[in-house]
C-alpha cells in the first residue's frame, strides 16, 4: 500500500544533543511537509518542501533543519533540543495544489521526548 | 489572518449522534476537512467536503457546510466507542497554499 512512513515512532534524546527524524513516502507526491504538535495543540507547520524547493514557515526556529535528498525522503534535524522541543512530529506529502483535489496524506507521528 | 475554531470536548453516549462544530474565517478555502487523531498516532483524514458543497454524506459521517456563516460540522451516527479521539477540522486555503488547523474537539464516548 502507498503509505507516509515515519521513523523512528519513539525517539528520546538529551538535552542539546542533535537528533534527526525520518520520513518516507511511496506516494511520489512533489511536496512533503513536516509539523510539530504538541500536547492539546493543533499541528503546527514547520517547513516544506516542492520537490527541492525548501520552504521555511517564517516563525520556525532555526534549530529545526530539514534536508530532503530525493523524492521519497525526508529529514527533520533539530541541532540543539530543548525540553520544549519534546513534541509529536508529524511527516504529511501531497501533490502539488493545481488540480481538482487536494489533501494531505500524513505519517504516524514520532513522539520526541527530550531529558 | 487565517483562522479556524473549535470547541474542545463533547461527551456523548455510545448509540447517540455527536456533532462537532467549526467555524473558518478565510473565505478562499476551497476543502475543508475532518481528521481523526487516535491517541499516539497521526492524523487520519475521515472526510472533505468541496466549497460549493453543502452536505456530504458518507456512511455513518455527515459533513454539513454554511459557507454564508463560514460554519462546517461532522456529525457522527450511531456513535461507538472506537469513535473517541480527537477530531481536527481544518482548511485549505487558496492565499496561503496551506492547510489551516484547528485546535481539535475531543469526543467522548461513553458506554
Known amino acids: 500500500d502507498a503509505m507516509v512512513i515515519q521513523n523512528p515512532r519513539y525517539q528520546v534524546t538529551q538535552f542539546g544533543k542533535p537528533v534527526t527524524l525520518s520520513c518516507s513516502q511511496t506516494?511520489?507526491?512533489?511536496?512533503m511537509y513536516w509539523y510539530q504538535q504538541k500536547s492539546s495543540q493543533a499541528p503546527k507547520l514547520l517547513f516544506h518542501y516542492y520537490d527541492k524547493d525548501f520552504n521555511n514557515e517564517a516563525d520556525t526556529p532555526d534549530n529545526f533543519q530539514s534536508r530532503r535528498p530525493n523524492t521519497s525522503f525526508c529529514f527533520l534535524d533539530i541541532r540543539s533540543p530543548g525540553l520544549g522541543d519534546a513534541a509529536m512530529y508529524l511527516c504529511?506529502?501531497?501533490?502539488?495544489?493545481?488540480?481538482?483535489?487536494?489533501?494531505?496524506?500524513f505519517g504516524p507521528g514520532t513522539r520526541l521526548t527530550v531529558t | 489572518g487565517e483562522d479556524v475554531e473549535q470547541s474542545l470536548f463533547l461527551s456523548v453516549r455510545e448509540g447517540d449522534s455527536s456533532v462537532i462544530n467549526c467555524t473558518y474565517t478565510d473565505s478562499s478555502s476551497t476543502y475543508l476537512y475532518w481528521y481523526k487523531q487516535e491517541p499516539g498516532a497521526g492524523l487520519q483524514l475521515l472526510t472533505y467536503i468541496f466549497s460549493n458543497m453543502d452536505m456530504k454524506q458518507d456512511q455513518r459521517l455527515t459533513v454539513l457546510l454554511n459557507k454564508k456563516d463560514k460554519h462546517l460540522s461532522l456529525r457522527i451516527a450511531d456513535t461507538q466507542t472506537g469513535d473517541s479521539a480527537i477530531y481536527f477540522c481544518a482548511e485549505f486555503s487558496s492565499n496561503t497554499g496551506k492547510l489551516i488547523f484547528g485546535q481539535g474537539t475531543t469526543l467522548q464516548v461513553k458506554p
Open positions: 504529511a506529502t501531497s501533490r502539488p495544489r493545481t488540480g481538482t483535489y487536494y489533501e494531505q496524506y
Open positions: 506516494l511520489n507526491h512533489n511536496v
